[in-house]
């Protein structure tokens, strides 16, 4: 596995979970990494993009709640999602993606 995300979880309406991906920095380095979500019967949807530079993006359903940011080491470049104010309607798995490649998936759960 290239792109390993983790931090998903249960969460109430209003809560926080912070999703990390964790790649090669040799690989992915220089890569921008993008995050997805893929509700249950809906299409995978955009959510967040973050480049080496550090510019950013975010779709308008998650901007001013959602913040993807980076952080690289010798080894490894990991983006985090810090998911806030959570709703119902994100639940989702969420999957992080560079270079046309996808990590396995993490699966958020927000109860009202």
């Known amino acids: 596995v290239q792109l390993q995300a983790s931090g998903g979880g249960l969460v109430q309406a209003g809560g926080s979970l912070r999703l990390s991906c964790a790649a090669d920095?040799?690989?992915?380095?220089?890569?921008?990494t993008s995050w997805y979500r893929q509700a249950p019967g809906k299409q995978r949807e955009f959510v967040a993009t973050?480049?080496?530079?550090?510019?950013?993006?975010?779709a308008a359903s998650v901007k001013d709640r959602f913040t993807v940011s980076r952080d690289k080491s010798e080894n490894t470049v990991t983006v985090f999602l810090q998911m806030n104010n959570l709703k119902p309607v994100d639940t989702a798995v969420y999957y992080c993606?560079?270079?046309?490649?996808w990590g396995q998936g993490t699966l958020v759960t927000v109860s009202s």
């Open positions: 920095v040799n690989i992915f380095g220089s890569a921008a």
């Open positions: 973050i480049d080496s530079g550090g510019y950013t993006d975010y």
């Open positions: 993606a560079a270079y046309n490649k």
